[in-house]
């Protein structure tokens, strides 16, 4: 991106940051050159096709040239732009919180289907542990108009990345967020009546594999939100702990897990004599995804 002769226009700037990134191994390079493009203009991705031929100013072209070193050293997208977009949803994301996954959709995909369809479950009390971006949290509720949650992160950063996705959504009168350990917040939590429903992605890579992610996870995403200790079920076990006390009877429990823990996980839920029909739901690529349970009725 140094030669003087030619105009830097947008069709070029794509065409050559593309092929860039695919030479640096950058995950989706077209799709990558057009988020970083937009965000830097301040447009709709679909605008840098009706402008196809405006010539960047020099202040612009200097940030999207930096964006574009950062992003060939595998720094996320989402991050250089502060933006990820999960369950039909723009979030604002930083280092101080995972990048959502579509994976993850499959939760919100389940809780909407039982508030729909189960008697009982039309305007559910959630609690989602772990809630990161609060992304969870969030598509649950603007999709769920009945819906009112209370998210816990136990990092202050984290949680306060996602009260201001929140607030930008226009949620705060129906999702509290709180900073804690996993259920330690709802013991100065005013109702702290027992939930329909209890959500959560919590840290889940065995800490010996952390060094397998790749390399755009293992060196930018925080650690503390993927370890999930020695076998990857340090905070799954302590959800499950505390499930049974804080779910109504008949409620119910989603959290995320890896693809290979599906065995361990309902072995981890068999301990636990409160809670029934334990099984694991697979996504859309037929990987075992989430481990759901429910509360025994008295």
């Not at 950062?70 to 949803?89: C, D, K, Q, S, V």
Request: proline share 5%.
């Amino acid at each position: 991106m140094t030669q003087p002769t030619q105009a830097w226009t947008v069709r070029r700037l794509l065409e050559w940051t593309s092929s860039f990134f695919a030479r640096k191994q950058v995950d989706s390079p077209r799709l990558a050159t057009e988020l970083l493009l937009a965000h830097v203009l301040n447009i709709p991705r679909i605008k840098l096709y009706t402008d196809y031929e405006h010539m960047l100013d020099d202040a612009p072209l200097a940030k999207f040239r930096a964006l574009v070193q950062r992003a060939a050293e595998h720094e996320p997208i989402a991050y250089l732009t502060g933006r990820a977009h999960f369950f039909g949803l723009e979030f604002e994301v930083t280092g101080d919180v995972l990048i959502p996954r579509p994976d993850t959709e499959l939760i919100v995909e389940n809780v909407l289907q039982l508030a729909r369809h189960q008697a009982g479950m039309e305007a559910p009390r959630i609690l989602d542990l772990c809630t990161g971006s609060g992304c969870i949290a969030a598509a649950i509720a603007y999709h769920l108009k009945t819906a009112v949650v209370t998210a816990i992160d136990i990092s202050e950063k984290a949680a306060e990345v996602a009260k201001r996705n929140i607030e930008r959504l226009g949620l705060s009168d129906r999702v509290t967020v709180e900073v804690g350990d996993l259920y330690e917040p709802l013991s100065r939590i005013v109702d702290a009546r027992p939930f329909d429903l209890i959500v959560s992605n919590p840290p889940y890579i065995a800490t010996a594999d952390l060094d397998q992610l790749d390399r755009n996870v293992k060196q930018y995403e925080p650690i503390s939100a993927l370890d999930g200790g020695l076998d990857g079920l340090t905070i799954t076990r302590r959800i499950l702990d505390g499930a049974s006390e804080r779910l109504v009877p008949g409620g119910r429990l989603y959290t995320e897990i890896a693809f290979n823990q599906a065995d361990a996980a309902k072995e981890a839920a068999s301990h636990h004599a409160e809670l029934e029909n334990v099984m694991v739901l697979r996504d859309l690529a037929g990987s075992d995804r989430v481990l759901t349970a429910v509360r025994k009725k008295d």
